[in-house]
C-alpha cells in the first residue's frame, strides 16, 4: 500500500485553524488551475469544515481563484431533503458557493431525500455521476486519473469525529468496511441523521491530497489514534491516505494527546 508524508500542523485555535486551511486553499486552487486549468475539491461539512468555507468566502485573497473553473464534490452527505439546514451542500451554500462566482454546472451535491428514492439509490446515483465526471474529464498532459470510476481530485478535505469517524464512514461499520465500490449509503449512522451517503476510503484515497482539519479536545484522542497508525476500521481517521500528501491541520487542542514520539515520527510543519 502506498503511503504519502503525512504533514501535521499545529495552529492555536479553532478560528485561526479556519482562517489557516482556507489560506492554504485558496492557494492551493491558484496553483493547481496555473498548472492544469481547472481544479476539483471535494468538500466536508461539520462545524470547521463550514467556518473553513466561510473563511474562503471572506478572504480578501478569494479572488485570485477563477471559480467559474473550480468543481465541487462532497465527501459525504446527510439523506434529508434538499432545503434540510442538516444538509452539507446547504450550509456550504450559505457560507460560500453562494457568495462566490461559481458555475453552478460544476457544483456535484450527493442527491437529496427527494431527489433519490432512497438513500441506495442516492449513493448509486452519486457513484454514476462521478463516473460521468471521469468519463468527461479531459486532463493536461501530465495529470491522470487514479481510478477510471472518479474524476481527479486534487484535494479533499475531511473533518474527523470524537469517535474517528471521516466522511460517514463510523468506526466497526459495514460502510468502513467497504471494497469495491465509490460510494457507500449509510442506514444506521451513530451520528443522526441516521441515513448519509459516503464516499469509501478507496475513493478517498484515490485524492491528490488529503486534508483533515481537526479542532477541539474532544477529537484529541482520535487523531492520537489515528497517527498511531491504528486500523482504519476500527479508528477510520487512520485510513485517509493522499496520493502525493496527506495534511493534518489541526489546533492545539486536537493535539492534545499527541505522544512525544509522533512528533519524530511523523514530519511537523509550520
Ligand atoms: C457529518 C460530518 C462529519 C464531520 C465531523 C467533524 O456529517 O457528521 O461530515 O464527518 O466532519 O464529525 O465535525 P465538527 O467539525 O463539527 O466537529
Redesign the pocket.
Known amino acids: 500500500m502506498r503511503h504519502s508524508p503525512k504533514g501535521v500542523s499545529i495552529h492555536p485555535d479553532f478560528d485561526a485553524l479556519a482562517a489557516a486551511v482556507a489560506a492554504r486553499l485558496i492557494t492551493k486552487l491558484i496553483d493547481v488551475q496555473n498548472r492544469r486549468g481547472e481544479a476539483t475539491v471535494v468538500l466536508?461539512?461539520?462545524?470547521?469544515?463550514i467556518a473553513t468555507l466561510a473563511a474562503v468566502a471572506s478572504s480578501p485573497a478569494r479572488t485570485a481563484v477563477d471559480w467559474q473553473r473550480v468543481n465541487f464534490w462532497w465527501g459525504?452527505e446527510?439523506f434529508v431533503p434538499a432545503d434540510d439546514p442538516q444538509r452539507?451542500a446547504r450550509q456550504a451554500q450559505e457560507a460560500m458557493l453562494g457568495l462566490l462566482p461559481v458555475d453552478p454546472a460544476r457544483v456535484h451535491p450527493v442527491p437529496a431525500a427527494g431527489e433519490a428514492a432512497d438513500v441506495d439509490a442516492a449513493a448509486l446515483d452519486y457513484a454514476r455521476a462521478l463516473s460521468d465526471a471521469a468519463a468527461e474529464e479531459e486532463l493536461a498532459p501530465g495529470f491522470d486519473e487514479a481510478d477510471p470510476r472518479l474524476p481527479r481530485f486534487d484535494v479533499l478535505l475531511?473533518?474527523?469525529?470524537p469517535d474517528a469517524?471521516?466522511?460517514?464512514l463510523f468506526p466497526e461499520t459495514a460502510g468502513a468496511r467497504t471494497v469495491g465500490a465509490t460510494t457507500v449509503a449509510v442506514h444506521n449512522a451513530p451520528?443522526p441523521p441516521p441515513e448519509?451517503v459516503s464516499l469509501t476510503m478507496e475513493a478517498i484515497n484515490t485524492a491528490d491530497e488529503v486534508w483533515l482539519a481537526v479542532?477541539?479536545e474532544d477529537?484529541a484522542g482520535a487523531v492520537g489514534l489515528a497517527l498511531a497508525g491504528a486500523g482504519p476500521v476500527q479508528v477510520p481517521a487512520a485510513g485517509p491516505s493522499g496520493r502525493s500528501r496527506t495534511r493534518w491541520l489541526i489546533d492545539q487542542a486536537a493535539a492534545s494527546q499527541l505522544p512525544e514520539r509522533l512528533f519524530e515520527q511523523h514530519q511537523l510543519e509550520g
Open positions: 466536508t461539512g461539520g462545524s470547521l469544515g459525504d446527510r452539507n475531511l473533518g474527523v469525529g469517524h471521516v466522511a460517514s451520528k448519509r479542532a477541539g477529537k
